[in-house]
T-cell receptor, first 114, second 116 residues
Framework: ETGVTQTPRHLVMGMTNKKSLKCEQH?????MYWYKQSAKKPLELMFV???????ENNSVPSRFSPECPNSSHLFLHLHTLQPEDSALYLC?????????????FGSGTQLSVL | AQSVAQPEDQVNVAEGNPLTVKCTYS??????LFWYVQYPNRGLQFLLK??????LVKGSYGFEAEFNKSQTSFHLKKPSALVSDSALYFC??????????????FGAGTRLAVHP
């Protein structure tokens, strides 16, 4: 266990649905990240939060909406997704988001958009 | 812009043989390089990193990586492969954001298959 927990593990949704992905870390870290993993493509950084403030928004479509209510929790709200959004969504955390820290990843949410 | 390339989609090796998973990088300034491993249905796990110092970096599970500045490479190695090493391996480079923050830029990954 890495100390980063993601729920749900699997999610199937239609293009008109609204759903949310949840990430929780109990490591006392201040930085949290959302990555998208698609087959045979590099991991794509979506969002970075440090101390609940967004420090990076990597040109992600507005149908993805992040929320970081505190340094232990991170959400990704989804609405009107497209089939090409089907992927594994990974959450990660690190102590400060600065320096050259290693990231601690959750097991991911496998999302299928029908 | 910072980037890494993993030229092999898959590497096959027999158990007990040495393994190498290749990574090359393109950065401006000093490179800060990482290797992560992903087992099936799991997130990525940190293996090792190079920041400065000795070009041979030792990491978890018997893995090591050799930093080569002239060849801009950071290949992952293990002297004797195990079947349990079969997984997806990612090379990454650290890149600066604003405000003193950093992010990791990952390669596409290399699938390692170790055969008994």
């Amino acid at each position: 266990e890495t100390g980063v927990t993601q729920t749900p593990r699997h999610l199937v949704m239609g293009m008109t649905n609204k759903k949310s992905l949840k990430c929780e870390q109990h490591l006392g870290h201040n930085a949290m990240y959302w990555y998208k993993q698609s087959a045979k493509k590099p991991l794509e950084l979506m969002f970075v939060y440090s101390l609940e403030e967004r420090v990076e928004n990597n040109s992600v479509p507005s149908r993805f909406s992040p929320e970081c209510p505190n340094s232990s929790h991170l959400f990704l709200h989804l609405h009107t997704l497209q089939p090409e959004d089907s992927a594994l969504y990974l959450c990660a955390s690190s102590p400060t988001g600065t320096g050259y820290e290693k990231l601690f990843f959750g097991s991911g949410t496998q999302l299928s958009v029908l | 812009a910072q980037s890494v390339a993993q030229p092999e989609d898959q590497v096959n090796v027999a158990e007990g043989n040495p393994l190498t998973v290749k990574c090359t990088y393109s950065v401006s300034g000093n490179p800060y390089l990482f290797w992560y491993v992903q087992y099936p249905n799991r997130g990525l796990q940190f293996l090792l990193k190079y920041i400065t110092g000795d070009n041979l970096v030792k990491g978890s599970y018997g893995f090591e990586a050799e930093f080569n500045k002239s060849q801009t490479s950071f290949h992952l190695k293990k002297p004797s492969a195990l079947v349990s090493d079969s997984a997806l391996y990612f090379c990454a480079v650290s890149s600066r954001l604003g405000g003193g923050y950093n992010k990791l830029i990952f390669g596409a990954g290399t699938r390692l298959a170790v055969h008994p």
